[in-house]
């Protein structure tokens, strides 16, 4: 199952969590992502503020991906999930009232991303393998 658990929603919200997307040229698109968050236990949520690449590629039908890591304790998660944009509704006043709090510029937009995929990263023989089957 695709659920968050309490140690992934920790480490997203203590760590800079990265995010991929891929262009229509095949080619990859990487990038932090600060105002990257839990929405719910099945979803993320971030403000985009440039309306670059990552956007283009979303618009374009790329999938995204996220990876959070723990360095000193070698552990972390990657999340591969269908992003959604939104302009208005309740993602989006999200997004403003984050970006208000944080002291962040207006976002563009918010992104769902709707988890369809979980992998561990920590070190070790489980490095990889899939979680939420």
């Known amino acids: 199952m695709n659920k968050l658990t309490d140690a992934m929603k920790q480490m997203l919200a203590k760590q800079l ?3 991929a997307t891929v262009g229509a040229d095949g080619l990859p698109d990487i990038g932090p992502k600060r105002s990257l968050r839990v929405y719910d236990d099945h ?3 971030y403000n985009e503020n440039t309306g670059g690449q990552t956007l283009t590629n979303i618009r374009n039908g790329s999938k995204i991906a996220v990876a959070v890591i723990d360095r000193e304790a070698l552990d972390g998660f990657r999340f591969i999930g269908e992003p959604e944009i939104f302009t208005s ?3 989006y006043q999200n997004a403003l009232e984050f970006a208000r709090n944080n002291g962040m510029k207006e976002p563009k937009c918010a992104v769902l991303i709707h988890i369809g ?3 561990t990263l920590k ?5 990889g393998a ?3 089957q």
């Open 117 to 119: 995929m979980i992998y």
């Open 43 to 45: 979803t993320l949520i």
């Open 17 to 19: 969590p990265i995010q």
């Open 89 to 91: 509704g309740e993602p």
């Open 123 to 127: 070190s070790g023989p489980t490095a």
């Open 130 to 132: 899939r979680m939420d």
